[in-house]
């Protein structure tokens, strides 16, 4: 009888030590989330544009740049030239688009802003194709930001993961059977 009160004892202890070190995981896994959302939201600021890396999805931009490279933007409130690479949003769409600065529009009223016509470096025509209906121009506001410095083909796991929207899944669930089943030493 003894021995079968101990070992219920046992388990009990190591039901409890099982919780705790499972509560130590998810707060773990918190601290490490948290973390990366803080870098995140300090390198906005500091660049001063709303999505500071950009991977490229396209073709469109080749030589210069390939489908998986990782662009680092910032935004100032210098003038756009041509020939700058810059990273646009369309209204009513969700994914940026890199492509140079092909011709600006100086306005004739003082109160305008300079408007920029984009193209894809390996595009034969320029975006107006692009834009929304009936906007042949894009708007300072429709900048996220200038390429200013790249890393090739880094970007390429962003890629698969929406190119095989199953894929995303199961490195989801990976890493959360890492992290339930990981011990600490």
């Not at 003082?110 to 107006?128: A, E, F, I, M, S």
Request: glycine share 8%; proline share 5%; hydrophobic share 45%.
């Amino acid at each position: 009888m003894q021995s079968v009160l101990s070992w219920f004892q046992h388990a009990r202890h190591q039901l409890k030590a099982g919780k705790r070190n499972m509560f130590l995981q998810v707060i773990q896994l918190g601290m490490i989330v948290s973390t990366a959302l803080m870098m995140w939201k300090g390198l906005v600021l500091v660049t001063n544009s709303e999505s500071p890396v950009v991977v490229v999805l396209s073709g469109s931009m080749e030589p210069a740049f390939y489908r998986g490279d990782v662009l680092f933007l910032t935004r100032s409130s210098a003038p756009i030239e041509v020939g700058e690479i810059v990273v646009f949003k369309i209204k009513g769409r969700d994914i940026p688009i890199v492509h140079r600065v092909l011709e600006t529009h100086y306005p004739t009223n003082p109160g305008q802003k300079v408007r920029l016509l984009t193209k894809g470096d390996n595009n034969r025509v320029d975006d107006r194709g692009l834009y929304n209906r009936g906007q042949f121009w894009l708007d300072p506001d429709d900048i996220i930001g200038r390429a200013q410095a790249w890393c090739p083909y880094v970007g390429f796991p962003t890629i698969m993961l929406s190119d095989y929207p199953l894929l995303k899944y199961v490195v989801l669930g990976l890493m959360g059977v890492m992290v339930i089943f990981s011990k600490e030493e």
